[in-house]
């Protein structure tokens, strides 16, 4: 009988396993993943189960008893260390022979180059929410050092947790400036620091110690807690002594499948795959990305002869205060246009390259969001086409 290996138990990891049984694979399907607990969800670490709004029931991807009724064998708390003669090899010696391997290893957090001194902490699994919560929970000034998406609903979810000292530290002039332009970039800092969060934007950290940071200025921030936000590495070292090739993620094809061997796929943060839309490779961090991603991996495996290419239309969304905040599709050009909603907190700002529409940004208004992204998803619409569609779902009162 065929068997599938897939190494990584979260989002990808798990969607994998359930989207082959979805589509009538018989085979053995084993889940290997290095933490000791059942696959759970992620992006509630830096939000609900931070808070200790969430349980980790509540987050929970696949418990072992619906994984025993899918026919999916769980192997934790294993980590894998090398790929050798068509077997996984794990930390305790054993080997997870495949016919088909899944690379699902997600990435962790890029680590403080200040070193980890007590009270420095970084976001990536339960164990570091786990952690982070009961330092939060002790009170004193906290300091985020990153402002993207990780730092900047760490820093809400903070305030929300009654702590009245919040600094958020990034050298970049305003935050998510690396997925938004600047000038609407801006429309963050001003958030944050509307909500009582203090903002050291357009300056670098010089070093961290117990108990504070210094930053470039020399500037002493006290600080009980640190979290340090700066990105996220692949984890694909540990195929490093393989054949399988890696550059920042597992080199694939447009279907997902190793560059090298046709019986390796990757799935999620730790893939690299060409993407046909952009004629480039691309590694995307993002929760649905992984998911659709599983599913075309899913579909391969299980239809050789009626391979999928993975194009997606990027969507990523963060729970800031009462913001949902949801981007769809390429929003880092200088070329938009801001549609209010109903309401200074409803609104969408639109981009364009040239005259067509390529991405959104959408705060708090569901029907703009599945405006825009029915129009990325249909083909080539104008910017001018979109904005009127979007202005056209408010309700009438507000037009």
Same mark, same amino acid.
């Not at 919040?166 to 935050?175: F, K, M, R």
């Not at 067509?356 to 825009?372: H, Q, Y």
């Given at each position: 009988?065929?068997?599938? &290996?897939?190494?990584?138990?979260?989002?990808?990891?798990?969607?994998?396993?359930?989207?082959?049984?979805?589509?009538?694979?018989?085979?053995?399907?084993?889940?290997?993943?290095?933490?000791?607990?059942?696959?759970?969800?992620?992006?509630?670490?830096?939000?609900?189960?931070?808070?200790?709004?969430?349980?980790?029931?509540?987050?929970?991807? !696949?418990?072992?008893?619906?994984? @025993?009724?899918?026919?999916? *064998?769980?192997?934790?708390?294993?980590?894998?260390?090398?790929?050798?003669?068509?077997?996984?090899?794990?930390?305790?010696?054993?080997? =997870?022979?495949?016919?088909?391997?899944?690379?699902?290893?997600?990435?962790?957090?890029?680590?403080?180059?200040?070193?980890?001194?007590?009270?420095?902490?970084?976001?990536?699994?339960?164990?570091?929410?786990?952690? =982070?919560?009961?330092? =939060?929970?002790?009170?004193?000034? !906290?300091?985020?050092?990153?402002?993207?998406?990780?730092?900047?609903?760490?820093?809400?979810?903070?305030?929300?947790?009654? !702590?009245?000292?919040?600094?958020?530290?990034?050298?970049?002039?305003?935050?998510?400036?690396?997925?938004?332009?600047?000038?609407?970039?801006?429309?963050?800092?001003? !958030?944050?620091?509307?909500? +009582?969060?203090?903002?050291?934007? +357009?300056?670098?950290?010089?070093?961290?110690?117990?108990?504070?940071? $210094?930053?470039?200025?020399?500037?002493?921030?006290?600080?009980?807690?640190? &979290?340090?936000?700066?990105? @996220?590495?692949?984890?694909?070292?540990?195929?490093?002594?393989?054949?399988?090739?890696?550059?920042?993620?597992?080199?694939?094809?447009?279907?997902?499948?190793?560059?090298?061997?046709?019986?390796?796929?990757?799935?999620?943060?730790?893939?690299?795959?060409?993407?046909?839309?952009?004629?480039?490779?691309?590694?995307?961090?993002?929760?649905?990305?992984?998911?659709?991603? @599983?599913?075309?991996?899913?579909?391969?495996?299980?239809?050789?002869?009626?391979?999928?290419?993975?194009?997606?239309?990027?969507?990523?969304?963060?729970?800031?205060?009462?913001?949902?905040?949801?981007?769809?599709?390429?929003?880092?050009?200088?070329?938009?246009?801001?549609? *209010?909603?109903?309401?200074? $907190?409803?609104?969408?700002?639109?981009?364009? *390259?040239?005259?067509?529409?390529?991405?959104? =940004?959408?705060?708090?208004?569901?029907?703009?969001?599945?405006?825009?992204?029915? @129009?990325?998803?249909?083909?080539?619409?104008?910017?001018?086409?979109?904005?009127?569609? &979007? *202005?056209?779902?408010?309700?009438?009162?507000?037009?």
């Amino acid at each position: 009988m065929a068997r599938t &290996v897939i190494v990584g138990a979260s989002v990808g990891g798990v969607r994998t396993a359930q989207a082959l049984r979805a589509a009538g694979y018989g085979g053995g399907i084993v889940l290997a993943g290095d933490e000791d607990v059942p696959p759970y969800d992620k992006p509630p670490l830096s939000k609900g189960l931070l808070s200790g709004k969430s349980t980790v029931d509540s987050v929970s991807l !696949l418990s072992p008893e619906a994984a @025993a009724e899918a026919g999916i *064998e769980l192997v934790l708390g294993n980590a894998a260390t090398g790929v050798a003669d068509g077997a996984v090899q794990l930390a305790d010696g054993t080997t =997870l022979p495949y016919d088909e391997l899944v690379v699902a290893t997600g990435a962790r957090a890029r680590p403080s180059p200040w070193g980890t001194p007590p009270g420095v902490h970084v976001v990536r699994s339960l164990k570091d929410a786990e952690g =982070l919560g009961c330092a =939060l929970r002790a009170g004193g000034p !906290l300091v985020v050092v990153g402002a993207g998406f990780i730092g900047a609903e760490v820093a809400a979810t903070a305030l929300g947790m009654g !702590l009245t000292d919040v600094t958020v530290v990034d050298p970049v002039p305003v935050p998510l400036s690396r997925v938004l332009s600047q000038e609407v970039a801006a429309i963050f800092g001003e !958030l944050h620091a509307g909500r +009582g969060v203090k903002t050291r934007f +357009g300056i670098g950290v010089a070093d961290v110690r117990e108990g504070e940071v $210094e930053l470039a200025d020399g500037t002493m921030l006290p600080a009980a807690t640190i &979290v340090v936000g700066i990105g @996220a590495v692949p984890n694909d070292d540990w195929l490093a002594d393989s054949t399988i090739p890696t550059e920042d993620g597992v080199l694939c094809d447009r279907h997902c499948r190793s560059v090298a061997d046709p019986h390796v796929w990757a799935v999620g943060d730790v893939a690299r795959w060409w993407h046909p839309g952009y004629e480039r490779a691309v590694r995307v961090e993002h929760w649905t990305n992984a998911v659709e991603q @599983a599913v075309v991996v899913a579909h391969n495996i299980t239809h050789p002869d009626e391979l999928r290419d993975h194009q997606p239309v990027e969507y990523v969304w963060s729970d800031q205060y009462d913001w949902k905040i949801q981007l769809v599709g390429r929003t880092g050009g200088d070329t938009h246009v801001r549609v *209010e909603g109903a309401g200074p $907190e409803k609104f969408a700002v639109l981009y364009a *390259e040239g005259e067509d529409f390529v991405g959104a =940004l959408v705060v708090n208004w569901p029907k703009a969001l599945i405006t825009c992204r029915r @129009a990325l998803t249909g083909g080539v619409a104008s910017l001018v086409e979109v904005q009127g569609k &979007v *202005e056209s779902a408010r309700p009438v009162a507000a037009r």
